[in-house]
T-cell receptor, first 111, second 113 residues
Framework: QKEVEQDPGPLSVPEGAIVSLNCTYS??????FMWYRQYSRKGPELLMY??SSGNKEDGRFTAQVDKSSKYISLFIRDSQPSDSATYLC???????????WGLGTSLAVNP | KAGVTQTPRYLIKTRGQQVTLSCSPI?????VSWYQQTPGQGLQFLFE???????NKGNFPGRFSGRQFSNSRSEMNVSTLELGDSALYLC????????????FGQGTRLTVV
């Protein structure tokens, strides 16, 4: 079993929809949680960075962490075709900056 | 502020050869981490360098090695290339403390034939 599980999709939504992306993890020592966006043939781009449980909002993006259920989510409001990409969740324990990754969810936002 | 620069962007090598990839981190960042990305395994951690010292290491064979220079630039080397080494190799730059973000370069696409 991988330490971080993420449904690879693909996920296809119409423009303007609310998108929900999710990951689960198994190690309770993980404290830092990140969402990256990766376009084809590009490196991952950091979207959201959160510590421990709670919500964080940045524009159309909201990240949620529920440490009790070991569940992390990324919500995208008013999705745009430019949001079409692969979304990767990642985490680490803090004392060790080795990022552990989900496999990524492929998202297509259709005009 | 310049981002993370990886060179070359693309490489084609034959089995048994060796290859060296380069990464220049964001100015002021002292930590450089390397990752291998493949469709089946996703992103896997190779190693991290901080102030010229390897600080963390992933579960890759000894054919994969790296180093960091005094200006924080880093190189990774893969010897005796195998077909399975074909992947996107990504370098991440950070300040090096636990609670800071990692920023990635565009990656080097290595194809082994």
């Amino acid at each position: 079993q991988k330490e971080v599980e993420q449904d690879p999709g693909p996920l296809s939504v119409p423009e303007g929809a609310i998108v929900s992306l999710n990951c689960t993890y198994s190690n309770s020592a993980f404290q830092y949680f990140m969402w990256y966006r990766q376009y084809s043939r590009k490196g991952p781009e950091l979207l959201m960075y959160t510590y421990s449980s709670g919500n964080k909002e940045d524009g159309r993006f909201t990240a949620q962490v529920d440490k009790s259920s070991k569940y992390i989510s990324l919500f995208i409001r008013d999705s745009q075709p430019s949001d079409s990409a692969t979304y990767l969740c990642a985490t680490h324990a803090g004392n060790n900056r080795k990022l552990i990754w989900g496999l990524g969810t492929s998202l297509a936002v259709n005009p | 502020k310049a981002g993370v620069t990886q060179t070359p962007r693309y490489l084609i090598k034959t089995r048994g050869q060796q290859v060296t990839l380069s990464c220049s981190p964001i100015s002021g960042h002292r930590s450089v981490s390397w990752y291998q990305q493949t469709p089946g395994q996703g992103l896997q951690f190779l190693f991290e360098y901080f102030s010229e010292t390897q600080r963390n290491k992933g579960n890759f064979p000894g054919r994969f090695s790296g180093r960091q220079f005094s200006n924080s630039r880093s190189e990774m080397n893969v010897s005796t290339l195998e077909l399975g080494d074909s992947a996107l190799y990504l370098c991440a730059s950070s300040s090096g403390t636990a609670n800071t973000e990692a920023f990635f370069g565009q990656g080097t696409r290595l194809t082994v034939v």
